[in-house]
Each structure stands twice: as C-alpha cells, then as structure tokens.
C-alpha cells in the first residue's frame, strides 16, 4: 500500500461557535439543558443569540476541531463539510485553511444559511450548546473527493453529522472509499442522543466490521451497550471494535485494543475555562499518536495533554504549542 499523503481526513459539521459566559440563572431561565448540546430551528437561534452577552466568535465542529489539534501537532490533514455562501461560511474556511487544514468544499450558494453553535459558558467552565445546523446538514456525496479519502490514513467522521440524511449517504460513500483503499476508519460517537436516534445504524457498522477505531465519553457507552455500569460497558464494546477509545473527563480515560487496555488520569489544568472542545482534542491527540506507531498508552497521553490545553480557555481550537506540550 502506498503511503498516504494525509494521516487524517474528516468528514463533519463545519460550524462556528458563538460563545459568551453567563450565570447558571440564565440556563435555567432559557430553559436549556446545562452541559448538553440540543439542536435549535431558526427561530430558536435567533432568541438565545438576543439573550446572550457579549460573544466570541471561533470556528468550531467536532471532527474540525479535532483536524485544528492534529495540524498543529503536525500533522496532514484535509476537512470535508458544508458551508453557505456568507459571511460565517467566509470565517469557517479562512479559519481551518490557516489551521494548516485542507478545506476545497465548495459553499452552498442558497438557504440555509452557514452554521452555527451558540454556547453559554457558566462559571464551572460546563459549556450549554444550542447548535443550528444550516447548510452543514446538506453535504452531499457529491462533495466527496474519493481520492483524497483513499490518499488518508484514517477516514474520521463525526457521529454528530449522521443525523441529517444527505450527509449520512456522504459518510457511507467515504467509508466504501476508505475500505476500497485499505485504510482505516475511526467513528466518533458525538452524543447520546444521536445514539438514541441512530444507534442501530452504529452498532450494524460495527457488527460489520466497517469501524476501526471508535472514539466514546461514559454516557455514549452506556447509550450504546445499554449498560450503566462503566466497565461492563467496555467489556462489551471492546471485543468489537479493533481500537475503543472512552474519555471519562475528570477521571481520564480507557483504551482496548485486542488485550491491551490502558489508562490514563487527566491532565492537571490549574483552572478549568470551557470545556468546550474536550473530546474533539482528545481525539487529535490521540489519533496523532495512533498514525505515529505509538503505543495505547502514548496514545491517551497525548490526548489527555491536548484536551488540558484546550479546557484551559474559552473556544475549542488549540492556543498554545500543542506540539511543545506532547514532547
């Protein structure tokens, strides 16, 4: 097999984040869900963005997130995802490509409008998302540049963009690329509710052996498998995946790869800013160390070291050296 030209290339939501603090009172009034994500229609958008205060705004999206942290350790990368053609659309691509990310999707050039995730940071640094999915929700696999995804080491796709039809057919056509070409495919999970939705659809691809590495939190386990308790949930998982990964925030994170299994504590952060982008990090560390030959443990490490640096401050793309801090 001939060595790729990108170690990763990722197929998600291109969105960009609307940030600004608030006191929980202002959760509660809005009635949001504290820590959640929750997709919002226009209207809805419209009204959470008036109830804001002052905002940042920061390119943002799981698996673009996770492509910012793995150029900026280095490594190559390319973005597949679906922007307007408009100003937010105009940030999202200057803001990757200066990533050091490949981005050629062409913009959509009508309704709706660019995405965007407008995220209420309370003072526990817990991060309330309300994610309008515009134009990113209409990737279509015509968008796909087959090529490119045989050219990667690893096909990443962030379960986040399964919910949307169009996008679902994309990533099923970028998986057939993928295998077609010998490469490995690594799944984010995203979220429990898009589990509750489209759980089966995840378990058949890993049933069918169409997953090579597959990236959880606690409540995607349990989701998944159905099993509360945390360890039953990987000892049902792990057998069937080649690769499970699951963070675990504060208490760190588990890996398992055919008998190996490996731990790592959190990294130490003096305060924790935003947890927003926590897992996209972690991921990027992760499967940086992952295309390098490094070991489960290494792996973690790295991971661990990135989401620390990104939970340091507000917004989900790296600020400092990430390269300087895995050593």
């Known amino acids: 097999m001939s060595q790729p030209r990108f170690d990763v290339v990722a197929i998600g939501n291109a969105i960009v984040d609307v940030m600004a603090p608030c006191e929980d009172a202002l959760v509660a009034q809005l009635e949001m869900a504290k820590g959640g994500m929750t997709l919002v229609d226009t209207p809805r958008a419209h009204a959470l963005y008036e109830a804001m205060g002052p905002a940042r705004e920061i390119s943002g999206g799981s698996a673009a997130n996770t492509l910012a942290g793995i150029a900026a350790l280095g490594g190559r990368c390319a973005f597949i995802g679906q922007v307007a053609d408009d100003q937010l659309g105009e940030v999202f691509a200057h803001d990757i490509r200066a990533a050091g990310v490949d981005f050629g999707t062409p913009p959509r050039r009508h309704d709706p409008s660019t995405a965007r995730c407008l995220i209420f940071v309370t003072p526990d640094g817990q991060r309330t998302m309300n994610t309008y999915l515009g134009a990113s929700q209409y990737l279509p696999a015509a968008a796909l540049d087959e090529a490119m995804i045989a050219d990667a080491a690893v096909l990443y796709l962030e379960g986040y963009l399964w919910d949307p039809e169009e996008p679902r057919h994309a990533m099923r056509k970028a998986i057939a690329a993928a295998r077609n070409a010998g490469r490995k495919v690594a799944f984010s999970l995203s979220d429990a509710f898009v589990i509750a939705r489209h759980g ?5 691809l890993i049933a069918s052996g169409e997953i090579d590495l597959l990236f959880a939190n606690e409540a995607e386990l349990a989701a998944l498998t159905g099993l509360e308790d945390f360890n039953a949930g990987v000892a049902e998982l792990a057998p069937q995946v080649p690769v499970l990964v699951v963070t675990r925030g504060a208490s760190g ?42 070991s489960l443990a290494e792996c973690l490490k790295m991971g661990a070291i990135c989401a620390a640096e990104i939970i340091s401050h507000y917004g989900a793309r790296p600020e400092a050296d990430l390269g300087e801090l895995v050593g």
């Open 253 to 294: 994170a588990v890996a398992v790869s055919a008998d190996e299994r490996a731990e790592v504590p959190a990294h130490h952060v003096a305060q924790v800013i935003d947890t927003t982008g926590a897992g996209d990090l972690f991921a990027a560390g992760f499967l940086f160390g992952h295309v390098r030959g490094k």
């Open 200 to 204: 089966d659809d995840f378990r058949e």
